[in-house]
């Protein structure tokens, strides 16, 4: 069964902080995404991780993956009030059956306090 | 170009009823997917449709079903409602060149079983 971790769950920061949001997946998966949610508001793609040691950066959002430690980390750099959301990461894994391929994580709920 | 749309936005219905919700995807996507979110689960993969052929789908009884038509959009059919069907369900239209997938969300249709 794929199971996908987040953390931490919520955090709350100050302005010009840096930090990062973990994602560990539970079995081999070849791609793994990240997305931005605003409360009450539909989802935003942020990334799409393809291969092991891809890195992609937007702004102040740098995303990276590790498929050996099975692990995807969300960084933020100087963080801005504008980036309060909560931030999902979902694996994708291909060799799981039909009814088991992607799965999310439970969210990390991000405060940045002014 | 014209986002992601999904109608109804919102909808209230009562147990034992059946539902069916409309995805029209941006213009020359041919893939759509579909996402449940609720409180208690978070967000759950439903399917993910490409060419009229449904590609991909997630952990849901028969009750959930869904079909892509020749102009891609597609709609998602929930027969017998049940409390627990409440949620927000979200559809995304992606599309891949070079090897790199981008997705893009529509704003949602909430339902409410009653």
């Not at chain 2, 009562?14 to 967000?43: A, D, E, F, M, N």
């Amino acid at each position: 069964e794929l199971k996908v971790e987040q953390n931490p769950l919520f955090l709350s920061m100050q302005e010009g902080k840096n930090y990062t949001i973990y994602c560990n997946y539970s079995t081999t998966s070849d791609r793994l995404y990240w997305y931005r949610q605003d409360p009450g508001k539909s989802l935003e793609s942020l990334f799409v991780l393809l291969s092991n040691g891809a890195v992609k950066q937007e702004g102040r959002l740098m995303a990276s993956l590790d498929t050996k430690a099975r692990l995807s980390t969300l960084h933020i750099t100087a963080a801005v009030h504008d980036l309060s959301a909560t931030y999902f990461c979902a694996a994708y894994c291909p060799l799981m059956n039909r009814d088991d391929k992607i799965i999310f994580g439970k969210g990390t709920r991000l405060h940045i306090l002014p | 170009k014209a986002g992601v749309t999904q109608t109804p936005r919102y909808l209230i219905k009562t147990r034992g009823q059946q539902v069916t919700l409309s995805c029209s995807p941006i213009s020359g996507h041919r893939s759509v997917s579909w996402y449940q979110q609720t409180p208690g689960q978070g967000l759950q993969f439903l399917f993910e449709y490409f060419s009229e052929t449904q590609r991909n789908k997630g952990n849901f009884p028969g009750r959930f079903s869904g079909r892509q038509f020749s102009n891609s959009r597609s709609e998602m059919n929930v027969s017998t409602l049940e409390l627990g069907d409440s949620a927000l369900y979200l559809c995304a239209s992606s599309f891949s060149s070079g090897g790199q997938e981008t997705q893009y969300f529509g704003p949602g249709t909430r339902l409410l079983v009653l």
